[in-house]
């Protein structure tokens, strides 16, 4: 009888092949780190860009709030108004049945600018002052026994309404509302 000796490294993978199975399994490794410093990199970027649409938007509100300012200041000296419509900005009593005047560009247009520096920019922003009514009893200065007919009131007031806008092209827009009331 013969016997026959068996060579203990039959039926294995060689060193050769072992060694494409690594370099294949470093490769997927690889693409797959890659892929995750791809979205990482996304990511950050999309902060970025967050971060720089909040402080857009943070010097457009103030821009806004500063011409808002000088359209009070404005309405405090009590402008002549036209007697229907705008003109440089400065508006008669709205009529109810036509739309808000601060939608119609053409008016922005003839409104005056304010001109704010925010840091090392400059901001150009309009503002519209609108009169709402003329001898407006102040609040809280009203007395009354009772009678509606006994009711005194001392002194008057005009209300405003001053519409502030900034805006830059492909900027951040900010409006903004207030109602003043002038002694």
Do not use: H
Not at 25 to 48: D, K, P
Not at 86 to 100: D, F, Q, S, T, Y
Not at 133 to 145: E, F, I, L, Q, W
């Amino acid at each position: 009888m013969t016997s026959r000796i068996q060579n203990p490294r039959a039926g294995k993978a060689g060193p050769a092949r072992q060694r494409g199975v690594t370099l294949v399994i470093v490769l997927i490794l690889l693409l797959v780190v890659t892929l995750i410093a791809l979205a990482s990199l996304r990511g950050t970027l999309m902060e970025e860009r967050m971060s720089a649409n909040v402080l857009d938007r943070s010097l457009a509100f103030q821009a806004a709030e500063a011409a808002l300012r000088e359209g009070e200041s404005v309405a405090a000296g009590k402008p002549a108004l036209p007697a229907a419509g705008c003109a440089a900005g400065l508006c008669a009593i709205p009529n109810p049945a036509v739309a808000p005047v601060w939608t119609d560009e053409a008016i922005w247009a003839a409104a005056p600018e304010a001109v704010v520096q925010l840091g090392d920019k400059t901001a150009k922003p309009r503002y519209i002052v609108e009169l709402l009514a003329n001898d407006v009893p102040p609040k809280g200065s009203c007395t009354t026994s009772g009678d509606v007919s006994e009711t005194t009131c001392s002194g008057t007031e005009r209300r405003y309404r001053v519409t502030a806008r900034s805006e830059a092209e492909g900027r951040a827009a900010v409006m903004l509302q207030t109602i003043f009331a002038v002694p």
